[in-house]
């Protein structure tokens, strides 16, 4: 009986002793690792730090020059400002794309360890209920019922009922390593959808610093670097905008359609979110004096808001992709640019104008917040900016048009019914 008693104490010993070793030791190898990697996350996070700052100085020299394009010299410094923020700012996307690549193999060294940690527990675990298995089956019982006291009949129970308790201990130390590995895999997962995000919108940045470094290139080119040439293309531009939007304003105004408030969300209801990070609104909708100056109709139906080229352009609310195009290609300067259009899943339609870059696809589901495009200098704009239309969604198609005066070239763009034209900052949050 003594041999069987001490068997159970070293098996009691060596239950208690597998968690506590494996859940507070790691071996040499993995702390070195852990520790370099740490350091490595640490330098990359400075090297973020400092390009932010850069970042920051070429945005607010950009926003200055672009007070300045209304001269030749003046839209050529403001485009190559624009691209040397860029450039940076792909740099940033380089950094965030290391960054992220270190958390995945920080966060694999952790589910390699707590792997193992679990096996050797598990292992542990079993050894011991096999022992105990082997010993209860006549043993252990035979030593209980054989106390000839009360007092030492209790005692062996007591006893048994501690083990127990050890190995339970135990069992509950693998469910956490278990929580701590699915833990683990969740952030996995996350840092590779990041991942995913950082390469799309590197794309993106790479493909607006190409338009940025064109524009200047074509600027060039058309005016042969003389101001007069420069200001005769701004004064025909003019013109052709306004002999175009005359043509769609006359033709939506004999569209009919009356809206049912019920279709729609409540002002207020804050159903739209910030399509950009830093919001700078530089017209709002309606009769404004920028738009009895700029517009045929004397109101402008959208919200502009200024960016420099290169800014991610965000999706206002979920929904689908339901056109895409570029009215640069029929007729240079005249009207959108590149635009995309999305259909809301609450009954608004939303339009996305002047961009650099379009990044999503006719028919592709996009959610609240994606990244669908990039901010440009496209179509009739007198500066890089956003312009953001809202309309009701039943109301609002991509049609293809001909326009005359364009020479009869096809117009492909959305249009509307003036009464399906609503006020963005109805529905986008009071504060940003």
């Given at each position: 009986?003594?041999?069987?008693?001490y068997?159970?104490?070293?098996?009691?010993?060596?239950?208690?002793?597998?968690?506590?070793?494996?859940?507070?030791?790691?071996?040499?190898?993995?702390?070195?690792?852990?520790?370099?990697?740490?350091?490595?996350?640490?330098?990359?996070?400075?090297?973020?730090?400092q390009?932010?700052?850069?970042?920051?100085?070429?945005?607010?020299?950009?926003?200055?020059?672009?007070?300045?394009?209304?001269?030749?010299?003046?839209?050529?410094?403001?485009?190559?400002?624009?691209?040397?923020?860029?450039?940076?700012?792909?740099?940033?996307?380089?950094?965030?794309?290391?960054?992220?690549?270190?958390?995945?193999?920080?966060?694999?060294?952790?589910?390699?360890?707590?792997?193992?940690r679990?096996?050797?527990?598990?292992?542990?675990?079993?050894?011991?209920?096999?022992?105990?298995?082997?010993a209860?089956?006549?043993?252990?019982?035979?030593?209980?019922?054989?106390?000839?006291?009360?007092?030492g009949?209790?005692?062996?129970?007591?006893?048994q009922?501690?083990?127990?308790?050890?190995?339970?201990?135990?069992?509950?130390?693998?469910?956490?390593?278990?929580?701590?590995?699915?833990?683990?895999?969740?952030?996995?997962?996350?840092?590779?959808?990041?991942?995913?995000?950082?390469?799309?919108?590197?794309?993106?940045?790479?493909?607006?610093?190409?338009?940025?470094?064109?524009?200047?290139?074509?600027?060039?080119?058309?005016?042969?670097?003389?101001?007069?040439?420069?200001?005769?293309?701004?004064?025909?531009?003019?013109?052709?905008?306004?002999?175009?939007?005359?043509?769609?304003?006359?033709?939506?105004?004999?569209?009919?359609?009356?809206?049912?408030?019920s279709?729609?969300p409540?002002?207020?209801?804050?159903?739209?979110?910030?399509?950009?990070?830093?919001?700078?609104?530089?017209?709002?909708?309606?009769?404004?004096?920028?738009?009895?100056?700029l517009?045929?109709?004397?109101?402008?139906?959208?919200?502009?808001?200024?960016?420099?080229?290169?800014?991610?352009?965000?999706?206002a609310?979920?929904?689908?992709?339901?056109?895409?195009?570029?009215?640069?290609?029929?007729?240079?300067?005249?009207?959108?640019?590149?635009?995309?259009?999305?259909?809301?899943?609450?009954?608004?339609?939303?339009?996305?104008?002047?961009?650099?870059?379009?990044?999503?696809?006719?028919?592709?589901?996009?959610?609240?917040?994606?990244?669908?495009?990039?901010?440009?200098?496209?179509?009739?704009?007198?500066?890089?900016?956003?312009?953001?239309?809202?309309?009701a969604?039943?109301?609002?198609?991509?049609?293809?048009?001909p326009?005359?005066?364009?020479?009869?070239?096809?117009?492909?763009?959305?249009?509307?019914?003036?009464?399906?034209y609503?006020?963005?900052?109805?529905?986008?949050?009071?504060?940003?």
């Amino acid at each position: 009986m003594k041999t069987l008693r001490y068997t159970i104490c070293i098996l009691l010993l060596t239950v208690l002793s597998i968690g506590t070793f494996f859940e507070n030791t790691l071996t040499v190898e993995a702390n070195a690792e852990a520790e370099a990697l740490q350091k490595l996350i640490e330098e990359k996070s400075k090297n973020l730090e400092q390009l932010n700052k850069e970042i920051k100085l070429y945005e607010e020299l950009t926003d200055k020059t672009s007070q300045e394009a209304k001269t030749l010299q003046g839209l050529i410094r403001q485009l190559e400002q624009n691209a040397k923020a860029i450039d940076l700012d792909i740099r940033k996307t380089n950094g965030k794309i290391d960054l992220t690549n270190l958390d995945i193999r920080k966060i694999d060294g952790n589910i390699s360890d707590t792997e193992s940690r679990i096996q050797k527990l598990q292992d542990g675990i079993s050894a011991s209920i096999r022992e105990i298995q082997m010993a209860e089956d006549r043993g252990m019982i035979e030593h209980l019922l054989s106390q000839k006291t009360l007092t030492g009949f209790l005692s062996e129970v007591e006893y048994q009922l501690g083990f127990n308790e050890a190995l339970q201990a135990q069992i509950g130390t693998m469910r956490k390593q278990k929580d701590i590995l699915e833990s683990n895999k969740h952030d996995k997962e996350e840092k590779k959808d990041e991942l995913v995000k950082l390469q799309n919108e590197l794309s993106g940045k790479k493909k607006a610093v190409l338009y940025t470094k064109s524009e200047r290139d074509r600027a060039l080119k058309d005016t042969k670097n003389q101001e007069k040439n420069y200001q005769k293309i701004l004064k025909d531009k003019l013109a052709l905008k306004a002999a175009t939007e005359k043509e769609v304003f006359e033709y939506e105004s004999k569209l009919k359609y009356t809206l049912d408030p019920s279709s729609i969300p409540q002002a207020g209801s804050s159903a739209l979110q910030w399509p950009l990070d830093k919001v700078r609104i530089t017209q709002r909708f309606g009769k404004t004096v920028a738009a009895r100056r700029l517009y045929v109709s004397g109101s402008h139906n959208g919200v502009d808001f200024g960016a420099p080229i290169g800014t991610p352009v965000k999706s206002a609310a979920s929904g689908t992709v339901i056109g895409a195009g570029d009215t640069d290609l029929t007729c240079r300067g005249a009207s959108f640019g590149r635009w995309i259009l999305v259909r809301h899943n609450n009954g608004l339609s939303s339009i996305y104008a002047h961009l650099s870059v379009i990044s999503v696809q006719e028919g592709q589901t996009v959610a609240a917040g994606d990244v669908i495009g990039y901010s440009g200098n496209t179509g009739y704009s007198t500066g890089p900016h956003l312009h953001l239309g809202v309309y009701a969604a039943d109301a609002v198609k991509v049609e293809n048009r001909p326009s005359a005066s364009c020479g009869g070239r096809v117009y492909r763009m959305p249009i509307a019914p003036i009464d399906a034209y609503l006020d963005p900052m109805l529905y986008l949050p009071a504060t940003n």
